[in-house]
């Protein structure tokens, strides 16, 4: 059996046919990522089923393996994100080399459902890269604040930045140890450029707040959207002064936003947190906060120039799922009742 690789244009996606002696039987591809993960790839591959079990595909997934970290020299890693159900796809994966790094909950919609994806990994050698950040502009949405007691006498409240808190918010967006773990490279040497970027990338910003304590900011906490078919997360973040560590505070913070933000944001499934693996205080706020743990994503993110290995975690919609679990107890009851001439009353 001898396999061969064709090529055929495509202007930003590495596409090739999988050839058996010559016919094409399937297509195998590299998407790249865009902005600050472009040092990531996601590899795709297609088969006719008639196909299946021959060793194929993985050899087809080998070849491209053993090849794309020359031709794309800024890729660092080289990601297959598979359903959960393709179990066959999962295996091609594993043989060609892949690492198998976790299961996603509810992170993709297929064919208009939400669907949980196993994530498998490949690395190049590469330890570092530089990969200028992007920063989106979207709306800002007003809410109103809220505010959750910590001790008696402390309150934590979440609101709105503006201009007037560049002096506390210096004080924790320059704090070694809290940028030690922040993936932006960005440092202010004046508080003209620290209001530009409050201007420019903090006020316009979806999602958002100020963590307050006793109404004075000490910290932030943000919450990124994603679109198309990933507009189902959504990713939270949050940075506090680190001499308020240790304090229970950003715990609080998380669970305040979680309880809240899938009402604000109705469309969203999965709340998502990525923590560096050597992050181990913001990996127990997000397990203190109730999010589950679902796996280890290696070379995922970039931190100062450098992708690193993080732990992902997740928080889901509870209300998404009471609803739906309410629906079908209603139709099993529906049923029940029909079947057996009864009459439904609804309290």
């Known amino acids: 059996m001898h396999l061969v690789i064709l090529l055929?244009?495509?202007?930003?996606?590495?596409?090739?046919?999988?050839?058996?002696?010559?016919?094409?039987?399937?297509?195998?591809?590299v998407s790249p990522?865009?902005?600050?993960?472009?040092?990531?790839?996601?590899?795709?591959?297609?088969?006719?089923?008639?196909?299946?079990?021959?060793?194929?595909?993985?050899?087809?997934?080998?070849?491209?393996?053993?090849?794309?970290?020359?031709?794309?020299?800024?890729?660092?890693?080289?990601?297959?994100?598979?359903?959960?159900?393709?179990?066959?796809?999962?295996?091609?994966?594993?043989?060609?080399?892949?690492?198998?790094?976790?299961?996603?909950?509810?992170?993709?919609i297929f064919k208009r459902k939400l669907s949980d994806l196993c994530f498998l990994a490949m690395e190049?050698?590469?330890?570092?890269?530089?990969?200028?950040?992007?920063?989106?502009?979207?709306?800002?949405?007003?809410?109103?604040?809220?505010?959750?007691s910590n001790k008696e006498d402390d309150i934590i409240s979440l609101r709105l930045l503006d201009l007037t808190d560049i002096d506390d918010f210096m004080e924790w967006f320059t704090d070694d140890n809290v940028n030690k773990f922040c993936s932006r490279d960005t440092t202010f040497i004046s508080k003209e450029d620290t209001m530009q970027y409050?201007?420019?990338?903090?006020?316009?910003?979806?999602?958002?707040?100020?963590?307050?304590?006793?109404?004075?900011p000490i910290g932030s906490i943000s919450v990124s959207s994603f679109h198309g078919s990933d507009r189902c997360r959504g990713e939270i973040g949050y940075e506090i002064s680190s001499k308020y560590w240790g304090k229970g505070i950003a715990t609080?913070?998380?669970?305040?936003?979680?309880?809240?933000?899938?009402?604000?944001?109705?469309?969203?499934?999965?709340?998502?947190?990525?923590?560096?693996?050597?992050?181990?205080?913001?990996?127990?706020?997000?397990?203190?906060?109730?999010f589950i743990k679902e796996g280890v994503l290696r070379k995922y993110y970039l931190v100062k120039g450098i992708p690193i290995d993080i732990v992902m975690f997740n928080g889901l919609n509870s209300l998404l799922f009471e609803t739906k679990a309410r629906r079908k107890r209603k139709k099993m009851k529906e049923k029940v009742c029909n079947t057996f001439g009864l009459k439904i009353y609804d309290r």
Not at 82 to 105: C, H
Not at 124 to 148: A, G, H, Q, T
Not at 263 to 270: I, K, N, Q
């Open 252 to 290: 609080k913070a998380v669970k305040m936003v979680a309880s809240t933000i899938f009402v604000d944001w109705p469309h969203l499934a999965r709340l998502e947190g990525i923590v560096a693996v050597d992050n181990i205080g913001s990996q127990r706020v997000l397990e203190k906060a109730g």
């Open 198 to 216: 409050i201007a420019d990338v903090v006020i316009p910003h979806p999602w958002y707040r100020a963590i307050c304590l006793n109404d004075k």
């Open 33 to 108: 990522h865009v902005g600050s993960d472009r040092f990531k790839g996601e590899i795709g591959y297609a088969l006719s089923s008639k196909y299946w079990g021959k060793g194929i595909a993985t050899k087809a997934v080998k070849m491209v393996a053993a090849t794309i970290f020359i031709e794309w020299p800024h890729l660092v890693r080289l990601e297959g994100v598979v359903n959960i159900d393709n179990i066959r796809s999962q295996r091609v994966l594993e043989k060609a080399g892949f690492t198998r790094e976790g299961v996603l909950r509810k992170y993709y």
């Open 124 to 148: 190049s050698d590469s330890s570092s890269i530089d990969i200028s950040r992007l920063n989106e502009e979207l709306p800002v949405k007003i809410e109103e604040m809220l505010k959750l």
């Open 8 to 29: 055929y244009t495509e202007i930003y996606i590495e596409n090739r046919a999988i050839c058996l002696n010559g016919k094409p039987i399937g297509y195998i591809c």
